[in-house]
């Protein structure tokens, strides 16, 4: 068999003024990022923050190649899965880092998923007022998202990401083979929030995803142009609105349903993050075409892309029981996107076409949540 094409490394840069970064796009990354870490921070010691699973298919790589550049570094492991992201490993990460000895110059490396940068991120933000971070994001999820943007944050018993802090990574390095090891669920789940992006505001890109997806399941240049299209869609979102006072709310599309779904199970593996924003997504397009702003021929597009996907795109698809709309609705107010009580969604007038959506009203919400539970 002829040796597969090198699939080229793409930078695309999040531009932030003082606190710009490069995201490196492309493939067998972590075996050079103690080079590129050494170019970029020169003398710098590492502490890398990981979980079990990340650590036994990558760590050694990762160390491997720190020693190489002769950069000291420690490896702090923690559990996997999102009950990680917690207040009591804050304190075990934010330790850790101290008795490294990393000072504000030296760098705290997240390797892994979404759990493990947004908690590494949200204790270099705290740890003597703010040390930088890189991430190694090794979920598609994190590679297309969570690495991007500087969202840092743990999970409070009143709610998801509810405590945290903005503090960008100095550079993300998004090596495209660390996918490889990913179980297939968490690669699906990951898949929802590159559909998000052409929902948002690139119907082209969602045509390209419905005629290629399953080339971005295979692996390789399809790949990375759905992983690179995504950190672009993002870098451009988060360049123009770092802190989320306007048009940054348009990432959070299918996320004011998801969380509300992902708090009624737990957190736990009854519905990962991104096929709770799977679901949300299908739901913010019935609520949009309740409200008459978008087709019903637009809400079929999405459950059949999402459904060929292998994505749940019904609420009896979540195994348990589920709370019924008032428990849901209750669960929405504890979420971010509330102001002053009223509902912030992000709706549709198309595919591609996404906009925020103040005031919506209760009633609507309860009718297609009831709706969608009856399915
Ligand atoms: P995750 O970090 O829990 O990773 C999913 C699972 O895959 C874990 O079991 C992990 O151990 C395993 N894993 C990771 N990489 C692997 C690899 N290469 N090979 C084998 N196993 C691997 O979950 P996630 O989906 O990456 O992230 C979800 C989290 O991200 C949620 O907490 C969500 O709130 C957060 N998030 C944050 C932002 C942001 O902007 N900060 C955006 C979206 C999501
Ligand atoms: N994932 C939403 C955001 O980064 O704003």
Redesign the pocket.
Known sequence: MPAAKKTKTEIVRVKLGKRSYDIVIGENLLADAGRRIAKLKPGTAVAIVT????AH??LATLERSLEAAKISYRSVLLS???G??NYSNLETVAEAILQSRIERGDLVVAL???????LA?FAASVVRRGVDFAQI???L??QV??S??G???I?SPQG??LIGAFHQPTLVLADLK??D???AR?FR??YA?VAKYGLINDAKFFEWLEKNWREVFAGGAARAKAVATSCKAKAAIVGRDERETGERALLNLGHTFGHALEAATGYSDRL???EGVALGMVLAFKLSAKLKLCKPTDVTRVIKHLENAGLPVRLSQVPGSLPGPDGLLSLMAQDKKVVRGKLVFILAKGIGKAFIAKNVDTKDVREVLNGALAE
């Open positions: 979980d079990g699973n990340v298919h990558h996997a899965g999102e990680t992201k892994g998923g979404g759990v493990i940068g947004d991120g994001p090794t979920t999820l994190a998202d969570s991007v943007g969202k840092t944050g999970n998801k990401n660390t996918l090891t990913l179980p968490e789940a990951g929030e990962l993050h991104g």
